[in-house]
């Protein structure tokens, strides 16, 4: 996906000196807290070697730059196109990566499940009629996504919307704004369900983060969706 990118204004880089990395966040639960809608092995695997991978590419990849490294991931995906061309390419997929998987964990919650209620809720009924069919488009769209990427409930300008991105790309376009959002990478489900994304797709729903998501609806409305909004969850660094 091609980003339309709007410098944003930021804090002034603090020196490279002061040693700033991206790290990985810690979960808010265990490893087996998902069981047995996402196995233990899978989230080990996932959080604790590959975004903990994504993690190390992008500090890597930043090393020689001291301007960049007080910068976040976010920005970073934002001004892709101001990048030095050596790293564009590893900084779009392991800063995405980063972003992406942060959000990721704080959408699931082993207290999850149920029905979004609320704001949320009720822009889901008016944006797809019932969360019914919400549930079901959000499927669809998922299982029609060919290839690794991520699948998106998003707020944009004219409401709510259901979007895929291939690899590890963010949604920056058009000022949306995510949330809610499962990983499509055959890693995020192979152990349990191989290729069958569609079961995956289907079997998740009990772990989902409502109330994350709710906040995040919240913030989206009442921040203007044309600025990157700055959030809590954020990813993290050191
Ligand atoms: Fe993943």
Redesign the pocket.
Known sequence: MAPSLTLKKEPAPRSAQTGWKHRLPRLQYAYDALEPYIDERTMAV?HGE?HASYVAQLNTALAPFADLQSRSALWLLRNLDSLPGAIRGTVRASAGAHVN?SLFWNALSPKGGGLPVGALGEAIARGFGSFEDFRTRFEAVGAALSGAGWLWLVKNRSGLAILTTDAHDYPLADGAFPLLLN?L?D??YYLKHEKRRADYLKSWWPVVNWPEAARRYQHAVHSPVTTFPRYPWTPQRS
């Open positions: 996932h590959l998987h990983d990478w890693h995020a």
